[in-house]
Structures are given as C-alpha cells and as structure tokens.
C-alpha cells in the first residue's frame, strides 16, 4: 500500500464512495462513505481458522457489504500496470 | 474456536477483531465530517463526571427530548407535527437550539437541564445559510423570493472547538430505550454571522477554553449560567466560506465554491 493513500474514492454501485484509511492499535481499517443514504461502513482484513483472509464489518452484521467493498479497495492498491 | 460473521476464525483472531469493535465504537462517531441537526443523529459530546472534575466524551442524539414525552412516537410527532384525532395539524417544535435569552425562564423545558446539565458539543465547524435577494431587473427592488447560498464557517487555527450545550436523559416507557439527547445554545450573531445567519441573526455560543471548563465544571449561578450563553465569539477569530448548495450530498461538503456575483463578505470590523 502507498503511505500516502489515506485518502481515496472508489466506484460503486450507485456512484462514488470515499474511503479513510485510519491505524487504530496498528490494525488497519478502512471506513467508507457512502454518497447515497447508506451508513458509514468500517472494515478490516481478518483471517479465518485455515489461514485464508477475508473482509469483514466493524462490529459484525455487514459481511456481504464488507466482501464487496473489500474487493474494490484492495483493487484501489493493487500496482497498477 | 469462534465464528464471526459466519466465518469460522480463531480464538485470538475473535478476540482481536472485538477489541477492534471497541475501539472504532470509541472513534468512529468523531469522524464525521457533517452533522445534519434534521437527522437527530448521535454526535460527540463532552459530559462532565458526577463528581464535575472530569468529562468523558460520549455520543449524544441531536434534538433534546423534553421528560415529558412518554414514547418514541410522542418524539416523532414533537419532531415533524402530526394531525390530532380532529384533523388539526400541530407544527413540529424543533429543539435543536436552546435561545440563550430564554434559558431560565420560567416553564421552559431547558431550565433544569441548563442548572444541572450543562455540557459541550465538539466542532470542527457548521454551516449556516445567507439568503440574498436579487433585485428586480425592472422596479429595481429586492425579490421576495431569497437565494440562499451556503457557508462553512470554521474557527481560525482551530481543529476543533467547543458549543455550549445542555443535555437530558430520556426513557421511552413502553420499550425501556436510554437516550441523551442535547441542544446546543444558541447567542445572538456576531459581526460575521450577522452577514451569513442574516435571516435569523444567530449563532451557536462558541466557547474558549476557559469558559468551556467553567460552562462544563463550574458552579455557576443563574445570572453566570445567561453570561456564559450569551457569549458571542469574535468576529476576528472566525472564518466562512461560500460551500457548494448539494453539500449534504457530496464528498467533502466543506469544500470550497465559488458563486458568481455574490456580494463578498465584510470582514474588516
């Protein structure tokens, strides 16, 4: 990730979101809002029990909305070619 | 072995990823770029300890809920009116501010809260609408119909500054919710404020640091209690500037925006 990306805009379904990116007790989140009537969704990258990662909410109970955002914002860092 | 969010993780993965819960429920309400007083959301408000020697920060709803509404649904017809039973419609009560002048008096719902209550409301700036009339190209003379351009308006060198308050907790007695709301006060407006509150011609009472402690700790009588209200910030220590009109809308809604022709602001005082 760049340091200096703190700060970005990514697409989604309905138009653009912009995403904070903050360090709370060196864990990275990510906290994304909306432009439509949509809360605020925070996220971090979390591991399951075989060592795979995945996307989840903070607190728990938007999975599938932090899978979805999960993948655009890890889209935003991949090196671009 | 726990599950979160219906994924099987470990135990200090589980762990890790509630203390994360913890501390974004600390953090994540501090961020908010806009507060919109329509929404009755929660807000970050500083409230003393019993012992008036400490405050936490804690989150607040926005709209101050006098003790005598019973349920949520008494809130909700104060908040947007409602039709009683013979048709007659009663106007919403808007009790996002609290009118310094009108703080004591007698049977207002904000008495007790501004002698026990007192609190602060954390700011890194507010909007506020200037209406403009343009004139008629014929006669010459102002419209009736105003075009209202939005500013934000900030404290200079500031990050963030402090609003009175006043809060009060509430109980909903047919479902048991806990809520405290507040409402920030509000003072006549300052030299600035005059030109871009020029409807209403007020402010919210913007305190320094050491009328903040003493709003928040000190033991104020009445007549301290309408001196701190009616504090009105200098003019010299502010800024505003002109914001575009979908603000609540976009992005950044502190951004600058230029509007073309729009009598510039006086700020030599």
């Known amino acids: ?81 | 072995m726990c599950f979160y969010n219906g994924q099987k993780v470990t135990h200090a993965e589980f762990i890790r990823l509630k203390q994360l819960e913890k501390k974004v429920a600390n953090f994540d309400f501090l961020i908010h770029q806009l507060q919109i007083g329509f929404d009755y959301g929660l807000n970050a408000v500083l409230k003393p300890n019993d012992e008036k020697n400490d405050f936490d920060i804690v989150q607040m709803e926005w709209g101050f809920i006098p003790s005598y509404l019973r349920t949520r649904e008494d809130v909700n017809k104060m908040r947007h009116g409602y039709k009683d039973a013979s048709g007659k419609f009663h106007p919403p009560i808007t009790t996002l501010n609290a009118v310094c002048e009108e703080l004591l008096k007698p049977g207002k719902i904000y008495k007790e809260a501004a002698v026990k209550r007192r609190c602060l409301v954390l700011s890194t700036g507010f909007y506020e609408w200037r209406h403009i009339f343009p004139l008629n190209k014929k006669t010459g003379l102002p419209l009736k119909t105003a075009n209202k351009i939005p500013y934000f308006i900030t404290v200079k060198d500031r990050g963030y500054f402090f609003m009175a308050g006043i809060w009060q907790s509430w109980t909903d007695r047919s479902t048991g919710e806990y809520v405290e709301t507040f409402a920030i006060v509000t003072t006549t407006a300052n030299k600035l404020m005059e030109q871009v509150h020029n409807s209403k011609m007020r402010m919210p009472t913007i305190l320094n640091e050491d009328l903040a402690y003493e709003w928040m700790f000190g033991d104020l009588d009445e007549k301290r209690i309408l001196e701190i209200a009616a504090t009105q910030y200098p003019t010299q220590e502010m800024q505003a500037c002109t914001i575009a009109k979908d603000f609540r809308e976009i992005i950044d809604p502190a951004k600058e925006f230029e509007y073309e022709d729009l009598p510039a602001l006086e700020f030599n005082f």
């Not at chain 1, 990275?28 to 996307?55: C, D, Y």
Request: aromatic share 8%.
């Open chain 1, 1 to 81: 990730m760049n340091p200096g990306d703190d700060n970005f805009e990514i697409e989604v379904a309905g138009g653009k979101a912009k995403v904070q990116r903050h360090s709370i007790s060196e864990q990275m989140i990510f906290r994304v809002i909306f432009l439509v009537k949509i809360p605020p969704l925070v996220l971090t990258h979390a591991t399951r029990e075989n060592g795979n990662r995945f996307w989840t909410s903070i607190p728990k109970g938007r999975q599938s909305e932090a899978e979805e955002i999960g993948k655009l914002i890890a889209e935003h860092f991949k090196p671009k070619q």
